[in-house]
């Protein structure tokens, strides 16, 4: 029996606004690529969800006034998202985004309980957010694809020549 070292790539549909296309490789070769690891923007985020997870806690413990039960709600679904992002940024997997999504939802709805941290946690939420949905890290580390872009076009509007995120 022969073993065949190929690997697949698939691309997606060229946007045409843009130029843009989206190339998915396997897990193994997104995670072997220097954009496929934990750089430091993903450590600004790791220390943030970090940091809610442990503000959540002290609040839920008492060690910050929570006023209602809608705070005490809000915090302790905070604690748990972040744990769950957290554990997510562990195994690289693609549920992250979804929970960092979820998480902005949460943050938003803490700061509509007033407190000027829930307006801090609402707006570092959304950067991180629009960080893990758009940046070409995070699209190879979690969803393990690429951003392939149309350099020049020819007269048939077909891409002449074409670079990938992470080259110059």
């Given at each position: 029996?022969?073993?065949?070292?190929?690997?697949?790539?698939?691309?997606?549909?060229?946007?045409?606004?843009?130029?843009?296309?989206?190339?998915?490789?396997?897990?193994?070769?997104?995670?072997?690529?220097?954009?496929?690891?934990?750089?430091?923007?993903?450590?600004?985020?790791?220390?943030?969800?970090?940091?809610?997870?442990?503000?959540?806690?002290?609040?839920?413990?008492?060690?910050?006034?929570?006023?209602?039960?809608?705070?005490?709600?809000?915090?302790?679904?905070?604690?748990?998202?972040?744990?769950?992002?957290?554990?997510?940024?562990?195994?690289?997997?693609?549920?992250?985004?979804?929970?960092?999504?979820?998480?902005?939802?949460?943050?938003?709805?803490?700061?509509?309980?007033?407190?000027?941290?829930g307006v801090l946690a609402g707006g570092m939420s959304f950067l991180v957010m629009f960080y893990l949905l758009d940046s070409d890290r995070a699209n190879l580390t979690f969803r393990h694809r690429y951003r392939s872009w149309t350099v020049?076009?020819?007269?048939?509007?077909?891409?002449?020549?074409?670079?990938?995120?992470?080259?110059?």
């Open positions: 029996m022969t073993e065949t070292n190929e690997i697949t790539f698939e691309r997606g549909n060229m946007d045409p606004t843009t130029g843009a296309q989206w190339v998915y490789v396997p897990r193994h070769v997104a995670h072997g690529h220097r954009l496929g690891r934990v750089g430091g923007l993903m450590w600004g985020a790791i220390l943030y969800y970090l940091s809610v997870a442990l503000f959540s806690a002290a609040a839920l413990m008492g060690y910050y006034g929570i006023e209602n039960f809608f705070g005490v709600l809000i915090h302790g679904a905070l604690l748990i998202l972040a744990v769950l992002i957290l554990m997510g940024f562990a195994i690289r997997g693609q549920a992250t985004i979804m929970f960092a999504a979820v998480h902005f939802a949460a943050s938003v709805a803490l700061a509509l309980t007033g407190p000027f941290i020049d076009h020819s007269a048939g509007r077909a891409p002449a020549q074409t670079h990938n995120a992470g080259e110059s």
